[in-house]
């Protein structure tokens, strides 16, 4: 048996120990490729969209990179450590320790080669869905598999130089004085109680105060907290594991009523030394799951805002109008006649919009005619209103100034023409985006908006609106005359245009599929965390199986039933999933609790469906991974020797 | 000779023999008879192999033997389930283990009371009996430590303490003294003995060591899974002493073995 080959019987012989840790390397290892894949993709260039993805995809990688970084150091050290009892005996026998760091090396690359190889062989395998499911997100042009040195050799590169590099960085982390403590292995050592009352109690301080500031935030200071909370947050999840649970456990553990029942004794004092052992990890995961939750969570909402994007955008397309627009009429009738050539039925209303002083207000105040009204609000599927001479209707800007303004009766005299109106109520239904026609707005009779006209010649601007059932079609409609808006903002030249064009259900589709996309990549980064924290976990529970076992013989020989041993296993697992889970649970939703105060000052959207929807979605998946590894578990701790 | 006139039977094997199958069948006992009354300090010695620790797993219902009837205090335990025969060990033994296995994360006090909380006992009778039996093993300076700032004597008379908490019938005992020097070993062995004299316990004692074995009422020799020899103690310590030594000497001259494994 060579020396090589001692290391890679190692390996393939303790294949249940490396399984978890192999597991999530290649996940990380085919997530970055399939990111890589499209990184290099051919026939993706250019375009704002692409730019965004490419963007995302990249930043993505990077986020990959370090974390996976991080994760690898973690478990390599929680590995070397669980396996001390054999590097004692090696050393024992006689084993040099450059040959020990030798065995470790090649271990390591084995592993890392080895899940390297499955990962991008596994990635390219599903890069063809990946491809689908990219391309009815981003709406790009078909992506076909392609083959190219790039995605496989930065996949290959970056993950051989991360292997590289821990496997030569690892070893350090292996105790080689003390020989005989090494055979004996972990477990000797338990230090004993070690926490600080003061930190503990801080931990908390800090906790509360940050809850307390996120649900308490308003608009004027949540700039501030922003940064604020972030640090203090963490600061005190640091506190709260190393501190603040030893400290509150101590406290329940004076109280023997409390602690001697049943099997809380057992349970809570190995809770006790599992928190101690793992408290950074604990940390570690907390941080890793709150990010990953936040980020979802503002994707899903940003995804929220799109899909009430057509309450604030009930128009199809809409072409402003102004003084010394020339290209008016031609770009009207362009648009269409590419409608047509589209094959969508529109209801098409031109709203000549006037101004006048009001008496009432000292404000200028937009004017509508009612016909022009009613034609487009039938269209929508209303009813026709009607108004006699002299009555006149308040146009609400946003639909959440339709109350206020409904109960006002306003006596007022529009000023330059002296056409006195009562302005009774308001019109009941948005046919407008917000403040499209002006904040302050009235429509008046026909006979009484002719008469202004009149008396003012041309008007302000118009509005023309077109409906367009089926609004989301749109997005190659009037694209000449975006292209020339687009030229003007490029040259610097927008005074010059006299007009303003909008296609929502164009910019609904870029929104959208920005946002789904983020979302995408949002949601594999989190699968990446998620598996990670779990696999933390689970090392974690490997380096004390020995021990363990050895605890659960004790107790069967003193009579534990199987069901009160899965009760104890549960009461000691179920806190190291989900207090780091929960406690990233609840940092969220403080989290959420602040950025909401932010989405409502911006768009007035509730983000409480979508985040319920993703945090239970992730609950849902924990709980399964709870169940497989307490599975995993039960079964090597049964299997005594 | 017993020592009480009125026979009690506590444990009766009859016939017990113990097949293990595997690759080798290996017939770990072989029709093996013996009883054990209330209130008996009984050692069991052989050579490695000769079947004591399955003796003493069938005794504690880890095992089930393959053929043969085993009764304990009245109760068959082939006749109860999985649940039924947790509860069982629970309520009727005690366990005293050669390499202790007191659970690190619990305090002296705590592990002593371990079985207690397991049946829900009030908290304040579970007080009452730890200061009762902490006067008897003098433990009373050690009660908040943990089990690694304990010497050996200490840490295995806090485990002999955890056997006695909860009053069982019978308490087993696999070479108490194996891990232990020999200040700590006769400490121990005093302790098992003053406690089979003043609480009337049974004590079953699985022991390589001559000295351990001739604190006992009777000694019990097996060999290859079979019955070999039995000697009852006799009024001086050092006598019965002479007598386990000349048995071991018979049964094949592993005096000496006294490895543990």
């Not at chain 1, 669980?82 to 024992?92: N, P, V």
């Not at chain 2, 620790?53 to 335990?77: A, C, H, K, R």
């Amino acid at each position: 048996m060579t020396f090589r080959q001692f290391a890679y019987r190692n390996v393939v012989r303790n294949r249940r120990i490396y399984a978890a840790f192999f597991m999530a390397s290649v996940f990380s290892v085919m997530v970055f490729f399939l990111y890589s894949m499209l990184l290099f993709h051919p026939s993706i260039e250019g375009g704002a969209l692409r730019d965004i993805a490419l963007l995302g995809m990249g930043v993505a990688e990077l986020i990959l990179y370090i974390f996976t970084t991080f994760f690898l150091f973690y478990s390599m050290r929680a590995f070397l450590q669980a396996r001390t009892k054999e590097f004692g005996i090696l050393l024992h026998l006689g084993m040099e320790k450059r040959q020990l760091h030798r065995l470790i090396f090649i271990e390591t690359i084995l592993i890392g080669a080895g899940s390297i190889g499955v990962g991008t062989f596994l990635g390219y395998m599903f890069s063809k869905f990946f491809f689908m499911v990219v391309k009815r997100i981003v709406l790009l042009p078909a992506l076909p598999l392609y083959f190219s040195w790039e995605p496989f050799a930065l996949t290959v590169g970056a993950f051989l130089s991360l292997f590289i590099i821990i496997s030569l960085v690892a070893p350090v982390f292996i105790r080689t004085d003390g020989l005989d403590e090494l055979i004996r292995g972990e477990g000797s050592g338990q230090k004993t109680e070690g926490f600080s009352k003061i930190r503990g109690i801080l931990g908390l301080i800090l906790l509360g105060l940050s809850y307390t500031l996120a649900s308490l935030t308003s608009n004027n200071i949540v700039i501030g907290l922003i940064f604020l909370l972030p640090p203090l947050a963490t600061l005190g999840t640091y506190f709260f594991f190393t501190d603040s649970l030893p400290f509150l456990l101590d406290l329940f553990k004076g109280r023997k009523e409390l602690y001697w029942r049943h099997f809380r004794l057992l349970a809570i004092s190995e809770g006790v030394i599992r928190l101690k052992e793992n408290a950074r990890m604990f940390f570690i995961v907390t941080i890793v799951s709150t990010i990953a939750f936040m980020s979802v969570g503002i994707l899903a909402s940003l995804t929220s805002f799109a899909s009430q994007y057509r309450e604030v955008n009930p128009l199809g397309l809409v072409y402003v109008s102004y003084p010394g627009d020339i290209m008016e009429e031609r770009n009207i009738n362009r648009l269409r006649d590419e409608l047509r050539r589209n094959g969508l039925e529109y209801t098409y209303v031109e709203f000549p919009v006037l101004k006048q002083l009001s008496s009432f207000t000292e404000f200028t105040v937009s004017i509508v005619k009612l016909s022009t009204i009613n034609q487009l609000s039938v269209a929508f599927g209303n009813e026709a209103l009607q108004l006699k001479e002299g009555e006149a209707l308040f146009l609400p800007p946003t639909s959440s100034t339709f109350e206020q303004l409904n109960s006002q009766n306003v006596e007022t005299v529009l000023e330059e023409s002296g056409v006195s109106v009562r302005v009774n109520g308001a019109f009941p239904y948005q046919l407008f985006p917000a403040h499209a026609i002006g904040t302050n707005a009235i429509i008046l009779n026909d006979a009484d908006f002719e008469q202004i006209a009149s008396f003012v010649k041309s008007p302000s601007f118009v509005y023309h609106a077109f409906d367009i059932p089926d609004w989301q079609k749109t997005k190659n409609i009037g694209l000449t005359i975006e292209n020339s808006m687009a030229k003007s903002i490029l040259e610097g030249t927008t005074h010059e245009l006299n007009y303003s064009f909008d296609n929502p259900g164009r910019n609904y589709s870029i929104i959208r599929t920005t946002f789904t996309l983020l979302l995408f990549i949002g949601l594999l980064l989190a699968g990446v965390f998620l598996l990670a924290a779990g696999s933390f976990i689970y090392f974690r529970l490997y380096t004390s199986l020995d021990s363990d076992r050895k605890q659960f013989d004790v107790l069967r020989r003193m009579g534990i039933t199987d069901r009160e041993f899965k009760k104890i296993v549960n009461r000691q697992l179920i806190p190291q999933f989900f207090v780091p889970w929960g406690v990233a649970l609840l940092h969220s939703s403080f989290a959420f609790l602040t950025l909401q105060v932010i989405w409502d000052a911006l768009a007035e959207i509730s983000i409480v469906r979508e985040l319920v929807f993703v945090l239970s979605g992730f609950t849902i998946l924990q709980v399964i991974y709870f169940y497989l590894i307490r599975w995993r578990y039960l079964a090597h701790i049964r299997t005594s020797g | 000779m017993p020592k009480n006139t009125i026979k009690n039977t506590i444990l009766e094997l009859k016939q017990v023999t113990k097949i293990y199958e595997g690759k080798v069948i290996h017939r770990a006992l072989n029709r093996l008879d013996f009883e054990a009354e209330e209130g008996e300090f009984i050692a069991i010695m052989g050579p490695s192999g000769s079947g004591k620790t399955t003796f003493l797993n069938i005794i504690s219902t880890i095992d089930m033997p393959t053929y043969g009837q085993v009764v304990i205090d009245g109760i068959e335990p082939e006749s109860l389930n999985g649940n039924e025969l947790a509860l069982f060990r629970r309520r009727n033994f005690g366990f005293v283990f050669q390499d202790i296995n007191l659970l690190h994360m619990l305090t002296v006090e705590e592990n002593i009371v371990l079985p207690l909380t397991l049946d829900g006992l009030p908290v304040s009778e579970m007080k009452r009996r730890v200061a009762r039996l902490s006067d008897q093993l003098t433990l009373n300076e050690i009660l908040n430590r943990r089990p690694d700032e304990l010497s050996g004597g200490q840490a295995q008379r806090t485990a002999v303490g955890r056997a006695l908490i909860h009053k069982p019938k019978l308490i087993l005992a696999d070479e108490p003294t194996g891990n232990l020097d020999s200040k700590s070993a006769k400490e121990v062995l005093e302790l098992l003995g003053h406690i089979n004299q003043t609480e009337r316990a049974t004590i079953i004692m699985v022991t390589h060591d001559p000295i351990a074995a001739s604190y006992c009422d009777r000694v019990l020799f097996i060999k290859d899974g079979e019955f070999f020899n039995e000697i009852y103690k006799d009024e001086r310590r050092q006598t019965f002493f002479q007598r386990i030594l000349n048995v071991l000497s018979l049964l094949g001259g592993n005096v000496n073995d006294l490895r543990t494994m």
